[in-house]
């Protein structure tokens, strides 16, 4: 019997091109083939990005080597920590099976205090399932980012480095942080709801660690798409989100569970498969990018919705079945290491 999922539609709740207004330069800091959006909030003026000249010639494509070499590096990265992780997580568990049986008769022993707040904090944790666990840290460092973002002092920092753009300096390092930022609240908040209403499901299908490999490799999968598809068209911008990310993990379930019912969160007496579900998405994401629409980063959805599709039908079997090797490795150098 499928899972019943709910799923907020909301366009907001997709990876965001934050708006370039007019171009400005200035003698001073610009040559004079190089132009440098400035981005502004409703309230104040962000500092100005520092950009390099957007790229048109075919020297620009060159800036893509680092990005992708970053990209290939960070995934393989991630999948050799999470490897090793679900090692050290195993022998953990068998390390502490007769502490936490101890741990748990002396709780039973202990005098139930009412009240006690660290007793419902652990009442809550306990209530929640291991895939919205795992997401909880995912949701409190998109919040902490969020609110970064209010702190004016920090305006350069963050465009600098929590949103991605192959026309600035800094290339790589915005690919996985942009993965974590949000300046509009709804924009948060409606990214976040998607990512903890999918959370149980996918973390169930890969399992903790493999979700955490999976999530992070496609934040800078996405991004790298997204600078790809902007160095082909010349449409140059920072964007910003967790969208592309979660569309990975949206695709990812969808492929595995096909014929799961899901809903849109307002309208829950319509329902849809999740394939259906998926193939609308996918065709109003290629419609936007092949339009020209502005309003939301269509080449980071679709990067991250292939890799999610990709990585359950072909990536699984080619990435994950095939750690065996370096778990291995692992093993015997903490042997050595215990044996030294």
Request: glycine letters at 6%.
């Amino acid at each position: 019997m499928w899972r019943r999922f709910s799923l907020f539609f909301h366009q907001r709740g997709f990876k965001k091109i934050t708006r370039k207004p007019e171009l400005k330069k200035t003698p001073e800091e610009i040559s004079p083939t190089h132009t440098e959006p400035a981005i502004q909030s409703r309230q104040n003026p962000f500092p100005r990005l520092d950009l390099q000249a957007p790229p048109t010639s075919p020297r620009a494509f060159g800036r893509l080597v680092r990005p992708f070499l970053f990209t290939v590096g960070f995934t393989g990265s991630s999948f050799a920590a999470a490897s090793i992780w679900q090692y050290e997580t195993l022998q953990s568990r068998v390390r502490s099976f007769f502490d936490e049986a101890k741990a748990d008769w002396m709780e039973k022993l202990r005098p139930q205090k009412r009240g006690d707040a660290r007793k419902e904090v652990n009442q809550w944790w306990n209530s929640l399932s291991e895939g919205q666990k795992t997401v909880t840290g995912i949701v409190v460092i998109n919040f902490l980012v969020f609110c970064c973002w209010r702190i004016p002092s920090l305006q350069r920092v963050m465009i600098r480095y929590f949103t991605a753009n192959p026309a600035s300096k800094v290339l790589c390092a915005p690919m996985i942080l942009s993965t974590f930022s949000h300046f509009s609240f709804f924009h948060l908040a409606t990214n976040m709801y998607v990512l903890w209403s999918f959370s149980s499901s996918a973390v169930s299908i890969l399992g903790r660690e493999q979700f955490m490999a999976v999530y992070l490799s496609a934040g800078v999968i996405s991004s790298f798409f997204s600078y790809v598809c902007k160095t082909l068209t010349g449409r140059f911008g920072p964007s910003l989100g967790a969208s592309g990310a979660i569309m990975t993990v949206l695709a990812a379930v969808c492929t595995k569970m096909p014929e799961a019912k899901l809903a849109i969160v307002f309208l829950p007496m319509f329902t849809f498969t999740a394939t259906h579900a998926l193939k609308a998405i996918v065709a109003i994401d290629t419609a936007g990018l092949v339009l020209g629409w502005k309003i939301f980063d269509h080449a980071a959805h679709l990067g991250g919705a292939a890799f999610g599709v990709w990585y359950m039908l072909t990536g699984h079997e080619l990435i994950w079945r095939k750690r065996e090797s370096l778990v291995k490795l692992w093993h015997e150098l903490r042997t050595r290491g215990r044996g030294g």
